[in-house]
T-cell receptor, first 118, second 115 residues
Framework: AQKITQTQPGMFVQEKEAVTLDCTYD???????LFWYKQPSSGEMIFLIY??????QNATEGRYSLNFQKARKSANLVISASQLGDSAMYFC???????????????FGKGTKLSVIP | DTAVSQTPKYLVTQMGNDKSIKCEQN?????MYWYKQDSKKFLKIMFS???????INETVPNRFSPKSPDKAHLNLHINSLELGDSAVYFC??????????????FGPGTRLTVL
């Protein structure tokens, strides 16, 4: 069963507008971590934001915030005031005790390609 | 200073060859990883390794083998390359395997093309 689901293969947003990238996850563990990474066309993986399952407040990092709804098992990334440089692939990932190869691995979603329109 | 570096950045080779990709991290991290990103951009863990334990994703063919000469290096050796091995391979590191919140720092990736 897929552990991380990103239902939006591609998204468009107008420059300076906010955009939400969806991510839902599946785990039976009570303790887990959720991550978002950005991959621009140049190919590198850039860490954006982290949310722990026990964190009571939604994580924020500059223009990035994570809308964490634990009961719904969703961890949507919100980018405020989009910039042209935000055009990239965005990956949601989870780390729990039962990921992939043994424990504590990062399991990635299939990604969402965000295009910012001037 | 580059935190996680990989060489080469591009690798083009013939089917059946054996090749290695090198990875080095200067962050003092305990744990290193190899990921494969396929043509559809899907990232999948291949290995994680610290100085005590190698964890292998069971879907990885045994033609792939990680080799770690020391804590700062985790090289990926691939025997008998196949067309389906063409992908981008990312090395990553993190401070401690079992800490959920530890960010993984990724290298720039190596694009492998098998002809």
């Amino acid at each position: 069963a897929q552990k991380i689901t990103q239902t939006q293969p591609g998204m468009f947003v107008q420059e300076k507008e906010a955009v939400t990238l969806d991510c839902t996850y599946d785990t039976s563990d009570q303790s887990y971590g959720l991550f978002w990474y950005k991959q621009p066309s140049s190919g590198e993986m850039i860490f954006l934001i982290y949310q722990g399952s026990y964190d009571e407040q939604n994580a924020t990092e500059g223009r990035y915030s994570l809308n964490f709804q634990k009961a719904r098992k969703s961890a949507n990334l919100v980018i405020s005031a989009s910039q042209l440089g935000d055009s990239a692939m965005y990956f949601c990932a989870m780390r729990d005790a039962y990921s992939g190869a043994g424990s504590y691995q990062l399991t990635f979603g299939k990604g969402t390609k965000l295009s910012v329109i001037p | 200073d580059t935190a996680v570096s990989q060489t080469p950045k591009y690798l083009v080779t013939q089917m059946g060859n054996d090749k290695s990709i090198k990875c080095e991290q200067n962050l003092g991290h305990d744990t290193m990883y190899w990921y494969k990103q396929d043509s559809k951009k899907f990232l999948k863990i291949m290995f994680s390794y610290n100085n005590k334990e190698l964890i292998i994703n069971e879907t990885v063919p045994n033609r792939f083998s990680p080799k770690s000469p020391d804590k700062a290096h985790l090289n990926l050796h691939i025997n008998s390359l196949e067309l389906g091995d063409s992908a981008v391979y990312f090395c990553a590191s993190s401070p401690y395997l079992a800490a959920l919140g530890n960010e993984q720092f990724f290298g720039p990736g190596t694009r492998l093309t098998v002809l």
